[in-house]
C-alpha cells in the first residue's frame, strides 16, 4: 500500500463520510436566501465534491502512466 | 393556467422531433446492428461526453421528475435523502467502474454477469446475477412509466374524467415505450438522451425561477403553513433512515445493469474517470426538482389543479402542474415533453440492459451456438416482452410513493455488490460463498419489505416503506439484507478456503489483483 493509494481512498471516502452523516447539516439556520441549512448545504456538497473527485481523477491517471500498479 | 391546446401542439411537433431523432440515431456512426454489442453498446467508442450524457441520463430519469418530488410534496425532507445519494455515489462508481472498465476491455465482457463467470468460474453465480439484475429493472421501468403517465394525464385533464383520463394516459405512455426501444437501440437512446438532457436543463432553470418569482422566493415557500417541521430538516427518528436511503442509494445505481452498459459503453477508463467526477453537478437539477415539491405549496392555481385527483396519485402530478401554473402554454408544452421523454429514454436504455443480459449470459448458456443475428432478434424482443412486465409492476403502488419502486428494485440489485463490485478486488470470495450470499440477502429483502408493508394484514395497501425498525432505529432494508448477505458471503469464504481440496486444486489465489 503506496501513500498514492491512501490519498486516492481518502479523496473518496471523506466526501462520503461527510454527505452520510445526516446529523452534521440537519439544521434550521443559518439560512441562505431563505433556504434552510438543511437544504443548501446538501445542494452545495454537489459542487464541492466534484474538487475530490476530480484530484482522485488526476492521481489514477499517473498511476495508469506508470503502468500495472492499479 | 395554460391553454391545453398550445400545449398538446408543441408538445406534439417535438415529439416528432425526438422519435425522428431516435430513429435517425440507430443509423448514427453505423455498425452491424445484427452484433449484440452494437445495439447495446454502441460499439464501445462513446467519448467522456457522450459518456457523460448516458450515464447522466439514467439518472435524471422520471425518478428525479416524478417520483422525489412527489416523495417530498406528500411526506417532507426525508425524500431529500436524493441528493446526498447523487453526491456520494460517483465516489462507489469511480472506486469499481475503470477496474470494471479495463477487465473489460481486455477479456471482451459486455456485462457484469460476464465479469462473475470469468472471474468466479460459476455458471450458476452468473445466471443469478443476471437474473438479479433483470429482475431488480423493472420496478424501475415501471416508475417511468408512471412518470410518462403523469405528463399525459396532466395534459389531456380537461378532456375528461380523472380516472378515464389517467388510464388512456397509461395505455399511451406503454405504447411510445415499447416502438421506441424496438427501433433505436443504444445509439437511438443516447442521441436522444443528449437532446432530452439539454431540455430538461432549460425546464428545469425556467421553471424553478418562474416558480419563485410567483412565490416571492423561498422565506415564503417556507413559511407557508403546510410546511411542516418535518418538511424543513428530518426529524429525528428519520435520520437513521435518510443516511442509509442515501448510502445503499449511492453503492446501488452503478450495479444497475443500465449503468454497467454505460461504464463498458466508454472509450477509455480516462474519460470514464473525468465524465464520473462531473456528474454529481448533474445533481443540482435533482435537487432543485425536489424543492418543486415544496414551492408548489405556495402557488394556489398548481394546488387546486392537484385537488382534482385523489391524495394516492396527486404527488406524481406536483412537477407538471407546477409547469402548467407558472410558465407560458408554448414553454409548457416544451417542459411537459422533457419531463415525458425524461421517462422515455431512460426505460429505453433499461430495457435494453435487460435484453442484453438475458440473451447473453442465460440463453447463451444453455444455446451456446445461437448466431449474432438472431441473439439481436431474440434481445429486441424479449425487451418489448418485459415491458409488459414492468407495466404489472406499476398496480403494487400507489402513485404517489412511485419511489417505491426504485427503492424496491434497489434492495434486490444491492446484492450483486459482493460479486460485481467487491469481487473485482477480492478474489479470494469463493463462487459458492457468493451464491448463497446473494440468495440470503435477496430472501432476507423481500421479507423484511412483506413485514414492513405490513402484507397479510388489513392496513396493506401495495409498496407504501422501504424501511425496516432495527434497535438502530427504522433503516432502509438494502442495507440490512446486504449485510447479511456480505456475512455469509465473507464467513462461507473463510469456512470453504480450508477445505483441502480446494487448497490442492488452486494454488494461492493471491487477494487482490
Redesign the interface.
Known amino acids: 500500500m503506496r501513500a498514492i493509494h491512501v490519498v486516492m481512498a481518502l479523496l473518496?471516502?471523506v466526501?462520503?463520510l461527510i454527505?452520510?452523516?445526516?446529523?452534521l447539516y440537519?439544521?434550521?439556520n443559518p439560512?441562505f436566501?431563505?433556504?434552510?441549512f438543511?437544504?443548501w448545504f446538501?445542494?452545495m456538497?454537489?459542487?464541492i465534491?466534484?474538487i475530490p473527485?476530480?484530484a482522485?481523477?488526476y492521481l489514477?491517471?499517473r498511476l495508469?502512466e506508470e503502468g500495472g500498479s492499479? | 393556467m395554460s391553454d391545453s391546446t398550445t400545449v398538446i401542439s408543441v408538445f406534439v411537433v417535438l415529439f416528432a422531433i425526438f422519435a425522428f431523432l431516435g430513429f435517425y440515431g440507430s443509423r448514427w456512426r453505423k455498425g452491424d446492428m445484427n452484433h449484440l454489442h452494437e445495439w447495446a453498446l454502441a460499439g464501445r467508442r462513446l467519448g467522456a461526453t457522450l459518456a457523460f450524457f448516458l450515464v447522466g441520463a439514467d439518472l435524471y430519469t422520471a425518478y428525479t421528475f416524478v417520483a422525489v418530488p412527489s416523495g417530498v410534496f406528500a411526506k417532507g425532507s426525508l425524500y431529500f435523502f436524493a441528493v446526498p445519494y447523487v453526491a456520494m455515489t460517483f465516489a462507489v462508481a469511480l472506486a469499481f467502474a475503470p477496474k470494471l472498465w479495463k477487465l473489460s476491455k481486455e477479456k471482451g465482457y459486455i456485462t457484469g454477469s460476464d465479469f462473475v463467470r470469468d472471474a468466479f468460474d460459476s455458471r450458476t453465480l452468473s445466471i443469478l446475477v443476471a437474473l438479479t439484475g433483470i429482475v431488480a429493472v423493472f420496478p424501475y421501468i415501471a416508475l417511468q412509466i408512471v412518470g410518462m403517465q403523469a405528463v399525459l394525464t396532466s395534459m389531456l385533464a380537461g378532456f375528461g374524467n380523472t380516472e378515464t383520463v389517467q388510464e388512456v394516459s397509461l395505455v399511451i405512455a406503454f405504447l411510445i415505450l415499447a416502438a421506441f426501444t424496438f427501433t433505436s437501440g443504444l445509439r437511438g437512446a443516447t442521441l436522444t438522451a443528449v437532446f432530452k438532457d439539454v431540455l430538461i436543463w432549460i425546464t428545469v432553470v425556467v421553471v424553478i425561477a418562474a416558480a419563485l418569482y410567483e412565490v416571492g422566493g423561498f422565506s415564503h415557500v417556507f413559511s407557508n403553513p403546510n410546511i411542516k417541521p418535518n418538511y424543513i430538516t428530518v426529524p429525528s427518528s428519520l435520520v437513521p433512515g435518510y443516511a442509509t436511503l442515501a448510502f445503499a442509494s449511492a453503492i446501488q445505481l452503478y450495479l444497475y445493469p443500465h449503468a454497467i452498459n454505460g461504464i463498458l459503453s466508454a472509450e477509455s477508463a480516462h474519460k470514464l474517470r473525468i465524465s464520473t467526477s462531473f456528474l454529481s453537478i448533474y445533481g443540482v437539477g435533482l435537487a432543485l426538482l425536489a424543492l418543486f415539491g415544496l414551492i408548489v405549496y405556495s402557488v394556489p392555481s398548481a394546488m387546486s389543479f392537484l385537488s382534482n385527483f385523489p391524495a394516492s396519485s396527486r404527488g406524481v402530478l406536483v412537477v407538471p402542474a407546477l409547469i402548467l401554473a407558472t410558465v407560458p402554454s408554448w414553454f409548457a408544452g416544451v417542459a411537459l415533453l422533457a419531463v415525458f421523454v425524461g421517462g422515455l429514454v431512460p426505460a429505453a436504455i433499461m430495457a435494453i440492459a435487460q435484453a442484453n443480459l438475458l440473451t447473453r449470459n442465460i440463453i447463451k448458456e444453455f444455446r451456446p451456438n445461437l448466431s449474432a443475428s438472431s441473439e439481436t432478434r431474440i434481445a429486441k424482443w424479449a425487451s418489448a416482452i418485459f415491458k409488459f412486465i414492468a407495466l404489472g409492476f406499476v398496480f403494487t403502488v400507489q402513485s404517489t410513493y412511485a419511489i417505491q419502486l426504485q427503492l424496491f428494485g434497489g434492495i434486490l440489485i444491492a446484492q450483486l455488490f459482493p460479486s460485481l463490485f467487491m469481487g473485482l478486488y477480492i478474489r479470494w470470495f469463493k463462487k459458492e460463498a457468493l451464491t448463497a450470499g446473494l440468495i440470503v440477502g435477496i430472501l432476507s429483502g423481500l421479507y423484511m419489505v412483506l413485514v414492513a408493508n405490513g402484507f397479510g394484514t388489513p392496513k396493506f395497501t401495495g409498496l407504501n416503506s422501504s424501511l425496516y425498525s432495527t434497535p438502530f432505529g427504522a433503516l432502509y432494508i438494502s442495507v440490512l439484507s446486504l449485510g447479511l448477505n456480505l456475512l455469509v458471503t465473507v464467513l462461507l469464504s473463510a469456512v470453504i478456503k480450508r477445505a483441502p481440496k480446494q487448497v490442492a486444486v488452486q494454488p494461492a489465489p493471491a487477494a487482490g489483483s
Open positions: 473518496l471516502i466526501p462520503i454527505n452520510f452523516y445526516t446529523p440537519n439544521y434550521v439560512k436566501e431563505g433556504l434552510p438543511f437544504y446538501q445542494i456538497m454537489l459542487f465534491v466534484v473527485y476530480l482522485f481523477t489514477a491517471k495508469d492499479s
